[in-house]
């Protein structure tokens, strides 16, 4: 079903698709808990409404991506008639929410609705003592579907563009209706209870859908997919869309409970989708066999149509502390088709050694670009890869004498070297003046990397003071010499 429509004076329209999965899309697939969706009722001259707010305020602290708030300044309450001179937050659309009996038997503030469910008969407003444990009880219930959102705003035009996603993880009967708001923050006017220039938060603005939703889905199915977009014009209105935010969520109307529901600020977006996954998202190198015959990673395309790779980054692109390069080279032109299911590998080799970082890792990222996202490969380098004599790539016979582990060295350290052919090798501990005092290790050795531990003593075994010291290894190719510091 396609269709198109003008919903509301603020020029919102909408267009809605259903069936097939996008092959980028922003809602979760995988069966989820519900979401908590807190409608709160509050005004200007409500004295209790600050403790509200507060309590409010801590839930969200407490559920992060998982409880959503927008209030309303309904016109039906004394409550909400601003002081003078101060911005009217009132809306006409929260007047139907706050009327009896359709809210409950009575109205007061501060009060919400939590998840629009009746908790006790004939009652849909809760008392602020009660949000977080009805709360508490939403979120722990399986939800037949999920919603995700993307969002974006374009200064040049003022148009907010809002998509929806809902994907349903279980079958369901009866009709759903969609609601979508939107709230803004940090809007500066009396409280009473709170100050003269107290800070509103969520404070509803639009909606961008009916009095009581449109409609979204009748009898869906598992596996189905409804994505909606929304365009607001905000040229008239002038809300600060750095302070905005949006809540879309799904509505039984058998019960009129919500189901579940999601929220996001204005330019973000509650989940994404990559076309191209890879197989690692990090390559993590340690040892030097590693670096010579490097590692690998796989695009994968998880999608159900072709998507093409548009640009994929051959080798590191700055000189630096890192050198890396994709080899073989397996593309021969951009843009490069990955059908479904399709994988292309990428083995990365690094030039070693590489430079002297300050943690355990450094890293460096490869970029791969698609026709709708951009992923990037992590290229991680153990520090321990470091040659401090010699500035070129490892060849045949070359020689690595990595940092010891830990600097400063309390009782023990580990001293570690790389040989690539069998040969002769002494390490050895000096005092700054060159003198050995001690011979760690003599003798041939196989190919391969080496460990030698030592514990802060001389030839005789006896403790030396606290200092810088050098450690030396000695092979037929070269001479490496590297400090550390002893402490006591």
């Known amino acids: 079903m396609n269709s198109i429509l003008s919903s509301m004076p603020g020029l919102v329209f909408f267009f809605m698709i259903t069936g097939t999965l996008f092959s980028q899309h922003y809602v979760p697939v995988e069966p989820l808990n519900k979401n908590i969706i807190y409608?709160?009722?509050?005004?200007?001259?409500?004295?209790?409404?600050?403790?509200?707010?507060?309590?409010?305020?801590?839930?969200?602290?407490?559920?992060?991506?998982?409880?959503?708030?927008?209030?309303?300044?309904?016109?039906?309450?004394?409550?909400t008639l601003p002081y003078s001179g101060d911005p009217d937050f009132r809306r006409h659309y929260a007047d139907s929410l706050y009327m009896t009996p359709w809210c409950g038997t009575s109205r007061y503030m501060p009060s919400a609705f939590v998840n629009r469910r009746m908790w006790v008969p004939n009652e849909r407003l809760a008392d602020r003592t009660n949000w977080v444990s009805y709360g508490n009880t939403i979120k722990a219930q399986p939800s037949p579907l999920n919603v995700g959102m993307a969002t974006s705003y374009n200064n040049s035009t003022n148009t907010l563009t809002v998509i929806v996603d809902v994907y349903y993880t279980a079958n369901v009967t009866g009709t759903h209706n969609l609601m979508v708001t939107l709230a803004e923050n940090n809007l500066v006017a009396q409280q009473s209870g709170?100050?003269?220039?107290?800070?509103?938060?969520?404070?509803?603005?639009?909606?961008?859908?009916g009095q009581w939703g449109d409609f979204l889905s009748e009898n869906a199915q598992a596996g189905t997919f409804f994505r909606q977009q929304f365009t607001f014009n905000n040229s008239t209105t002038n809300y600060i869309m750095d302070n905005c935010e949006l809540m879309a969520f799904v509505i039984s109307n058998a019960s009129d409970e919500v189901i579940s529901g999601i929220g996001c600020a204005v330019g973000d977006t509650t989940f994404f989708t990559p076309d191209v996954s890879l197989t690692v998202d990090t390559l993590f190198y340690t040892?030097?066999?590693?670096?010579?015959?490097?590692?690998?990673?796989?695009?994968?395309?998880?999608?159900?149509?072709?998507?093409?790779?548009?640009?994929?980054?051959?080798?590191?692109?700055?000189?630096?502390?890192?050198?890396?390069?994709?080899?073989?080279?397996?593309?021969?032109?951009?843009?490069?088709?990955?059908?479904?299911?399709?994988?292309?590998?990428?083995?990365?080799?690094?030039?070693?050694?590489?430079?002297?970082?300050?943690?355990?890792?450094?890293?460096?990222?490869?970029?791969?670009?698609?026709?709708?996202?951009?992923?990037?490969?992590?290229?991680?380098?153990d520090q321990?890869?470091?040659?401090?004599?010699?500035?070129?790539?490892?060849?045949?016979?070359?020689?690595?004498?990595?940092?010891?582990?830990?600097?400063?060295?309390?009782?023990?350290?580990?001293?570690?070297?790389?040989?690539?052919?069998?040969?002769?090798?002494?390490?050895?501990?000096?005092?700054?003046?060159?003198?050995v005092l001690r011979l760690l290790q003599s003798g041939r050795f196989e190919p391969g990397k080496h460990v030698v531990s030592w514990q802060g003593n001389d030839e005789h075994g006896k403790t030396v003071p606290e200092g810088v010291y050098m450690y030396r290894l000695i092979t037929g190719k070269s001479v490496i010499t590297k400090r550390c510091l002893l402490l006591r």
């Open 39 to 79: 409608e709160e009722f509050t005004g200007v001259r409500c004295p209790n409404c600050p403790s509200g707010h507060s309590t409010m305020a801590q839930i969200l602290a407490d559920n992060p991506g998982r409880a959503f708030v927008v209030a309303y300044h309904p016109y039906n309450s004394s409550y």
């Open 287 to 381: 040892q030097p066999e590693h670096c010579l015959e490097g590692l690998t990673a796989a695009i994968k395309n998880n999608t159900a149509v072709p998507l093409e790779l548009t640009d994929v980054q051959p080798a590191s692109l700055i000189p630096g502390l890192i050198m890396w390069i994709v080899n073989p080279w397996p593309f021969t032109t951009f843009p490069y088709t990955l059908y479904p299911g399709d994988s292309v590998e990428l083995n990365v080799q690094v030039g070693i050694p590489v430079g002297s970082p300050q943690t355990i890792f450094m890293y460096d990222s490869l970029k791969i670009t698609s026709e709708i996202d951009i992923r990037y490969l992590k290229i991680a380098v």
């Open 384 to 435: 321990m890869l470091i040659s401090s004599m010699d500035d070129k790539n490892i060849d045949q016979g070359q020689v690595i004498l990595y940092d010891n582990y830990p600097n400063p060295i309390k009782n023990t350290t580990t001293f570690e070297y790389f040989i690539q052919a069998r040969g002769v090798v002494k390490l050895e501990i000096l005092d700054l003046s060159g003198h």
């Open 194 to 209: 709170g100050s003269a220039n107290y800070i509103h938060k969520h404070t509803f603005r639009e909606s961008f859908v």
